[in-house]
């Protein structure tokens, strides 16, 4: 226990010092600066001293950054411009640069594209990007320090950008002469360009895009400094995954910083070329290395290098040798050199750039080198590239090298057998053999997945996978694991990759040719699954031994491999005991007959039943053909097909696609599911005959004979002898089936059944349709029977059409004008609805002594008629009657003959001021319709002060010697003024409509308003209705004259009066009594001839002489009222002294003009005879009309109102009280006078 409690403290601690360990920020690893070094960059990726395995390829792209040293423009380096995606994404992560060598701004740029080789899978297992600079003119080792730690700016193709550093930097050191020119001191070094690197692997896969263009800014450079260009050159080199069409390689990349020119120290101040060398210092051997073998060497190389001088440039050496970079070189071990003068080129985007003046030279080429017999360097393991300008490119600064030897691959070969066994089982197996040529050539860490088939299942989830290593001759088991959902077995022990097991530990290996793995999976299957096949597969993985070298690369897939299997269902035949003598079953496959398989059912098979049975175990879509024979007397009569998966049966008769029509067999695939085939077999057949008759239209139905029916349609049919048969009856349109017979078929072929079709009886239905007073014709008919329809028009309408469906179905409606119409009766019953149409006319309307118009009214038979009313909607009369004293004056008043004025009910307008001083109001009245203007109009304003007003009344007066009889005489003028009558005019009233026969009557037949119908009946004809008016009563009568006496005694009553008036009325009788009695046309109603406005005080009261106008008013039955005005005089008889005539006062200028007896002045006033009165009243007359009085007033209506009561109370002018006019003035006038 307490071992346990201190283990797991133990492991607690542990976990805390890895936690903190986690925890202590991580020190960037310090750049390496070398003087004249190298480099083998794929040992970041590949472990040191070792090269990358794999299917791989070598590919890279790059440019430079300045122009030609001799044209002298070495700032002219900035080839994009700052709107560019790329120059801002450097932008931005040079900003987050912190380096006193660049800088955060860009200072130059170049793009280049890499495109995917072929064979490339898209994925990149190592990557480098390699660039050159500049020291300054001090070409010091601090410059080249300083440079080695500067950032750049790199952007993918993807459009993301990085800030890169040099994970190893190494600068030249050209030894240019002795110091002070003696050798014993020593010579002088410059140290001018720095070459570095970096690992970009992980950027470039963690980008969107592999392939496309690629930048590379801020590259650090000085300027005209002399001593060759500062070249700012860059590549980026990738070595790429592949598909199983690029071969196993080995591949190192090398970068160095040499002047191509050695020391010239060793060689007495001579300037001697210097070789590159590019060693693949390895154990593991070409593909080709095998004796006696011609296997040519294949393989890459790489060849890049910046020269400073800007002049073309040759390689002079471009040698492979087989032996170690170390050796001195062997000629007898180079195995191809380049000659002179061929010099391989960069090219970018697939554009030569050779004959461009650049500072970068490179070249990859695939090579292949046939093998010579001759040539003992192949025997070698080890091969260096060694690369040289020659004597005549002294500027050669970088050189990147790089190699690529296909290397020996592990072949396997085995093909997977899945076995179905039966129904139920199958089994999936495999022997999966080394066929390397190579010897120690194949796998480690092995890995093997079968994938079995969704239906199929292990019987044991353990499976054995047998492991033969012939070069150790030992066998291994190895224990599946079974994975059922991804429905896999999975065999496995060692852990694969650069990490995984040890290639002595590994326990599933095939390390050399003649090894093998095998296994065999028992499988089972549902039963009857209805599965057409079994896909099963393999793929087996595991890491490289190439010539005994365990290169610790895994290869995913050796081998893989795909089989299938064909399901078992059964079969099972079975024939009828009676009919069939037995059935043959064939099998083929691809035409070919399946040995073993099938068989024949007969009387000796087993007897199920009815039938004797076989079955058979078939592969699914195996072709299936099963042949039979019939005993004696019985022929074929179908196979059933039972689906056993389903239960779902299918007969095959002979018209089925399965069923041989010659031979009868049975033919087609073996469905995925278990069948049972049942044959069934029938006695021979007869023919026999079925008759089938039609009844004549004029046949009858009981009688089955060929006079009553005739033969339609004979059907010749076969059966089984002595079977019984019950044909099918027909049917025939618009005739009755029959019930079916069954007979007995006979042998001799002569048994007819004859079946008898009724025509059937269907229904004629007529309906009465509008305007139709009854229809014949309706009833039931036989099909094809000829029908008669016909039908009687109501009075008021004429025919118009048959609707409905004579010819039967479902056709739709039909139409017949004829009224008598003969038709076929068809196969349904037939409805048929006579329709007439209603007679149109027309109303016309008479206004039967009125006058004006009310349009016709066009209707038809049956149709409500609403009959006007004379008055329109909107208040005006369409048909008007104007009476005067019994007469007809329509005319003369729609003429105009006969003014408004004497119209009942006409009202001027009303005045402000009244005219007092008019001759009379009769003449007022029409004077007024014929000028068109009011009284005001006509008013003379009487004087503007009361000093003019009582000047006026002087001029007026002939005698002006006493006032006060001049207001007694004008006094008792007033009193004795009246009225004169007025006559009027009375429209009549409407009562209503009647006929030509009515239209005198005074009874209307119809009111207004009343709903007629069918005045006419005939089409087109034509009716005039007259209208009844009640015309107003009138009354007869004279102006009254009674003494003064009488007056007073109460002589002058209402009945006195009316006793002297006669009142008529054309409907009602004459005369109408006075007082209110019941018309004589209509008790229920009354009528009255009365003085409304009559006052007995009116006389009794006077005291002087007087006259007044008395209203008579008759009304009639109707209410059509009549007003008769008089004037009753009373005089006082009494004698008294005259008085001069009364003055005017007031007159307009329309009086004015006319004479006395018109209303106008005597000849001798003073106003006509007195030339300046005359120029004073003209010139009041031409203010009115110029609208230029002498003082202007503008008065209130409210005061006006004020104004006429004042008149009324005191009087016009000083007529009955003295200052009355001064006052008005005062009062009513100055308050309101316009200044």
């Known amino acids: 226990m307490r071992n346990r409690i201190t283990q797991l403290s133990r492991f607690l601690l542990l976990c805390a010092v890895m936690f903190l360990v986690t925890m202590i920020p991580q020190s960037v690893k310090a750049i390496t600066v070398e003087e004249a070094g190298e480099v083998y960059m794929t040992d970041s990726q590949a472990g040191a001293g070792q090269p990358l395995y794999g299917r791989l390829n070598i590919n890279y792209t790059g440019n430079t950054n300045y122009d030609t040293w001799s044209n002298d423009i070495v700032t002219n380096y900035n080839t994009y411009d700052s709107e560019k995606d790329q120059y801002k994404a450097a932008e931005t992560v040079l900003k987050k640069a912190d380096n006193s060598v660049i800088g955060k701004k860009i200072k130059n740029n170049r793009s280049a594209k890499l495109t995917k080789s072929s064979g490339g899978d898209g994925t990149v297992r190592a990557a480098y990007l390699v660039w050159q600079a500049r020291t ?9 320090a300083a440079l080695a730690k500067s950032e750049i700016a790199f952007v993918l193709p993807d459009g993301s950008a990085k800030l890169i550093k040099a994970q190893y930097a190494t600068y030249d050191n050209r030894s240019i002469d002795y110091i002070d020119q003696k050798k014993e001191n020593g010579v002088n070094k410059q140290y001018t360009f720095v070459n570095m690197y970096a690992d970009v692997t992980d950027i470039i896969n963690k980008s969107d895009k592999v392939y496309g263009t690629y930048s590379v800014f801020n590259i650090p450079y000085y300027e005209h400094i002399g001593g060759g260009e500062g070249a700012g050159g860059w590549q980026l080199i990738v070595v790429e995954n592949c598909d199983i069409t690029v071969p196993m390689r080995a591949v190192r990349l090398r970068m160095s910083a040499d002047f191509n020119i ?95 003046v650049t500072t970068t030279r490179g070249d990859l080429i695939d090579f292949t080198i046939p093998k010579e017999s001759t040539q003992p360097a192949y025997a070698n393991d080890k091969y260096t590239l060694q690369t040289n300008t020659g004597d005549y490119t002294k500027w050669v600064t970088m050189f990147v090298t790089g190699i690529a030897v296909d290397i020996s691959d592990n072949f396997a070969e085995g093909a997977q057998v899945t076995t179905v066994k039966s129904p ?68 496995s022990v060692d852990k694969q990759g650069d990490w995984g097991t040890r290639y002595e530990k590994s326990k599933f290996k095939n390390p050399s040719r003649g090894s093998y793995i095998s296994y065999s999976i028992d499988c089972t299957y549902e039963k009857n699954s209805g599965v057409e096949e079994f896909k099963n597969g393999s793929r087996l993985s595991g890491d490289l031994r190439s010539q005994n070298v ?39 496959n691809n035409g070919t007959a399946i040995t073993g398989a099938g068989g024949t059912v007969n009387s000796s098979s087993t007897v199920s039943g009815d039938y004797y049975m076989t079955s058979y175990e078939l592969p699914c879509n ?25 239960g779902v049966s299918t007969n095959c008769k002979v018209t089925s696609d399965y069923v041989n029509d010659k031979t009868y067999a049975y033919e087609r695939s073996m469905p995925a599911y278990n069948m049972t085939l049942t044959l069934t077999g029938v006695l021979d057949e007869a023919v026999y005959t079925v008759r089938h008759w039609k009844q004549k239209t004029t046949g009858i139905a009981s009688t089955h004979d060929d006079k009553n029916y005739e033969l339609a349609e004979t059907e010749t049919k076969k059966a089984q002898i002595g079977s019984k048969v019950t044909p099918a009856v027909k049917t025939y349109t618009g005739f009755d089936s029959p019930k079916t017979q069954t007979k007995a078929v006979t042998a001799d072929g002569k048994m007819v059944i004859d079946y008898y079709y009724e025509r059937h009886l269907y229904n004629v239905t007529l309906n009465a349709g509008t305007g139709i007073e009854k229809t014949t014709g309706g009833g039931s008919y036989r099909y094809g029977q000829s029908v008669t329809i016909d039908a009687a028009v109501k009075e008021g309408y004429h025919w118009l059409n048959w609707k409905g469906n004579y010819k039967g179905g479902s056709g739709g409606e039909q139409t017949v004008d004829a009224k ?65 004293d019994g007469q007809n004056v329509t005319e003369d008043v729609i003429a105009g003959a006969i003014p408004k004025a004497m119209m009942a009910g006409y009202e001027e307008e009303e005045t402000e001021i009244e005219d007092t001083e008019t001759k009379d109001d009769e003449n007022s009245d029409i004077e007024d319709e014929d000028t068109g203007k009011d009284g005001n109009d006509a008013d003379i304003v009487e004087t503007d002060t009361p000093d003019d007003m009582d000047e006026a009344e002087a001029t007026e007066t002939e005698d002006d010697s006493d006032d006060a009889n001049d207001e007694e005489l004008d006094k008792i003028e007033e009193d004795k003024k009246a009225e004169e009558p007025k006559k009027k005019v009375y429209a009549s009233i409407f009562m209503g409509w009647a006929l030509e026969d009515g239209k005198d009557t005074f009874i209307p037949k119809w009111k207004a308003g009343d709903i007629v119908q069918n005045l006419v009946a005939e089409d087109g004809g034509e009716i005039t209705l007259y209208a009844v008016w009640d015309d107003c009563p009138w009354i007869q009568a004279q102006d009254l004259y009674y003494t003064l006496e009488q007056a007073q005694s109460g002589f002058i009553t209402e009945e006195e009066i009316l006793s002297h008036a006669t009142a008529t009325d054309r409907e009602d009788g004459s005369p109408i009594l006075p007082g209110t009695n019941p018309a004589p046309s209509d008790p229920e109603v009354f009528t009255s001839f009365t003085i409304p406005d009559y006052q007995e005080s009116e006389f009794t009261n006077l005291q002087h002489d007087f006259a007044t106008s008395e209203n008579l008013t008759v009304v009639d039955h109707t209410g059509n009222t009549y007003v008769k005005q008089i004037m009753v005089y009373v005089v006082d008889t009494t004698p008294v002294v005259e008085k001069p005539e009364g003055k005017t006062r007031f007159i307009s200028e329309k009086y004015f003009k006319l004479d006395h007896e018109h209303g106008g002045l005597e000849e001798n006033s003073i106003w006509m005879t007195n030339p300046e009165y005359h120029a004073a009243l003209q010139r009041a007359f031409d203010n009115l009309k110029n609208d230029t009085p002498e003082d202007e007033f503008l008065i209130p209506h409210e005061t006006i109102l004020e104004m006429k009561q004042y008149v009324q109370d005191h009087g016009i002018g000083n007529s009955k009280e003295p200052g009355t006019l001064t006052e008005f003035y005062n009062r009513f006038m100055a308050p309101n006078k316009v200044e």
Request: proline share 3%; with cysteine; charged share 25%.
């Open 136 to 144: 300054s003119v001090d070409r010091s080792t601090t410059d080249a």
């Open 262 to 356: 050695d020391d010239v120290s060793k060689h007495d101040g001579e300037w001697v070329e210097k070789d590159i060398k590019t060693g693949m210092l390895t154990n593991i051997k070409s593909k080709a290395y095998k004796a006696n073998d011609k296997e040519p060497l294949t393989g890459q190389y790489l060849t890049i290098f910046v020269y400073s001088g800007n002049t073309a440039v040759n390689l002079t050496k471009l040698n492979l040798y087989a032996q170690e970079e170390t050796e001195k070189f062997n000629k007898n071990k180079r195995i191809f050199g380049l000659s002179k003068e061929v010099s391989p080129y960069l090219s970018i985007n697939g554009e030569s750039l050779y004959d461009k």
């Open 424 to 491: 139920t089982t199958a089994t999936v197996s495999q022997k999966i053999t080394n066929k390397t040529l190579q010897s120690k050539t194949g796998y480690y860490n092995g890995k093997l997945v079968v994938t079995l088939d969704e239906a199929l299942t292990p019987t044991n989830t353990k499976p054995k996978l047998t492991v033969y290593n012939k070069e150790a001759d030992k066998t291994t088991t190895i224990t599946g694991a079974w994975n059922a959902k991804e429905h896999t077995v999975t065999f």
């Open 550 to 588: 365990a290169t610790g690369t895994t290869i995913d897939d050796i081998l893989s491999e795909e089989s299938t299997g064909i399901p078992i269902y059964v079969l099972t035949v079975k024939i009828d005991k009676t009919t069939v003598n037995k059935a043959v079953t064939q099998v083929f």
């Open 622 to 646: 195996a072709n299936i053909v099963s042949t039979p024979t019939f005993n004696t007397g019985c022929v074929f009569s179908m196979w059933t097909d039972l689906n056993e998966k389903t």
């Open 820 to 884: 008598k119409f003969v038709f076929t009766m068809p196969a349904g019953n037939v409805t048929m609805t006579a329709n007439a149409e209603a007679n149109r006319y027309t109303i016309h309307f008479d206004p039967n002594g009125g006058a004006g118009h009310i349009d016709d009214i066009e209707t038809t038979y049956d149709t409500d008629v609403t009959l006007p009313d004379v008055w329109n909607a909107d208040g005006t009369a369409a048909y008007v009657k104007y009476t005067l």
